[in-house]
């Protein structure tokens, strides 16, 4: 049994036994197919870690029931970070909040962002490239309200290898130096829920520290499910959420039972038999005749390939997708087609409107997607921020 060191307080005693439930935590069951059956949906992946962060053990979080939360009145400012197509972006914009500046290396990505998002100033480089006057400059007069993103989560995520030592888990350093420039009011950082048990929760230490360290020590985490919120997706989230002012942190509260899911059909229905389009981003891989054959053959929850189960799976039926991805173009099979989604109806069970267009090639596009942030989602952690955010901007005294 370890023994706690005399010196520590309260909260690192909390933070410290929280990384031992976090590392002793009973591994996910998986579920093996039986040959040529159909496996059983899983909507609650992650339902142990979220109800460890819902006991909020360190009375730093406040829930906000985000329907009664209208998106008018003052319009306050973000950044985003690691923006990539700019799922987040929408999201905040939604909520009446405008973007100031935004980072991005991928250049399809840049590509989209600009496209749908003209007004914001985008840093198209790594993010250690982009330096503090430009970032200063870029703020000009504008109070920096939220800096938001989501660094890279391949080496956190349950999908990928779970590197501990990928260099892009450390990204993290980076989100940290850009708010330590700009200070604002409140740090949005969402991720994998994997980034909260790696290393038996020393991730998740470092980065609530980090902040900490620069000004925002009361930094709170839940994990949300985008399905909760009206997204057609199973999508868990782990959101970070930290503040310079002492204040409790806001989270939104789920709109949505689980009863009530989106069904994947709501989202995508229309686009069933409707041809390739790229106007629109309708755009699926062409199948051969034998290879349609052999997609009819994959049953719900089932893959293609029985030694590569991460792609080609057939989606269930009746209820929320699958959480989607983009492998090379093998994404996840329709529910009632032999055919792999096409990227708009993976744009439409990501919640992302019709009207986002997404820029290049089809498989870059299928990327941009996969990789984005739910909008409806982000909306609703906006929304929920939006309370205290008119608290601080009509209260006395300098912020």
């Known amino acids: 049994m370890r023994t706690e060191k005399a010196n520590e307080t309260p909260k690192q005693l909390a933070m410290n036994l929280l990384g031992q439930v976090l590392g002793a935590r009973p591994a996910e069951p998986r579920t093996t197919l039986p040959k040529n059956g159909s496996k059983t949906p899983r909507l609650n992946r992650y339902a142990a870690i979220q109800r460890l962060f819902e006991a909020d053990i360190f009375g730093n979080k406040q829930l906000v029931d985000t329907r009664t939360i209208s998106s008018s009145g003052l319009t306050y400012n ?15 914009e939604q909520a009446n909040f405008h973007g100031v500046a ?83 009011w409140y740090v949005v950082l969402e991720n994998v829920p994997g980034i909260l048990t790696m290393r038996r929760g020393a991730f998740y230490r470092d980065i609530v520290e ?14 949300l499910e985008s399905a909760a919120f009206g997204v057609s997706q199973i999508r868990p989230r782990a959101v970070f959420i930290a503040n ?43 199948h051969s005749r034998n290879m349609e054959e052999r997609l ?15 792609a080609w799976k057939r989606q269930y039926p009746g209820v929320p997708s699958m959480t989607i991805k983009e492998n090379h173009g ?19 069970l990501q919640g992302f409107p019709d009207s986002f267009h997404f820029r290049t090639r089809m498989k870059r596009v299928m990327w941009q997607v996969g990789n984005a942030v739910p909008p409806p989602l982000a909306r609703h952690i906006a929304l929920a921020l939006r309370p205290s955010l008119d608290e601080l901007a009509t209260g006395p005294g300098e912020h």
């Open 330 to 348: 093998g994404t996840h099979i329709h529910p009632h087609r032999n055919r792999v989604l096409s990227a708009r109806e993976m744009a439409r």
């Open 102 to 184: 935004a980072i991005e290396v991928e250049n399809d990505a840049c590509v989209t962002y600009r496209h749908n998002f003209p007004r914001t100033v985008l840093f198209d480089r790594p993010i250690e490239d982009v330096r503090e006057g430009e970032l200063r400059d870029a703020a000009a007069d504008h109070t920096i309200h939220v800096v938001s993103g989501g660094p890279p989560c391949q080496g956190f995520s349950v999908a990928g290898r779970r590197d501990p030592d990928d260099s892009r888990n450390r990204l993290f350093a980076q989100f940290a130096r850009v708010v330590d420039c700009l200070k604002p």
């Open 244 to 286: 310079r002012f002492g204040k409790r942190n806001p989270f939104p509260l789920p709109t949505l039972e689980e009863r009530n899911y989106v069904a994947i059909e709501a989202a995508i229905h229309d686009l069933e038999d409707h041809p390739q389009d790229p106007s629109i981003n309708h755009e699926w891989t062409k």
């Open 210 to 223: 980090s902040f900490a360290r620069i000004g925002y020590p009361e930094m709170a985490v839940a994990v």
């Open 296 to 310: 009819s053959r994959v049953p719900p929850g089932g893959s293609l390939y029985p030694t590569y189960l991460d």
């Open 78 to 92: 973000f950044v985003d970070l690691f923006a990539g197509a700019g799922g987040l972006s929408l999201g905040f």
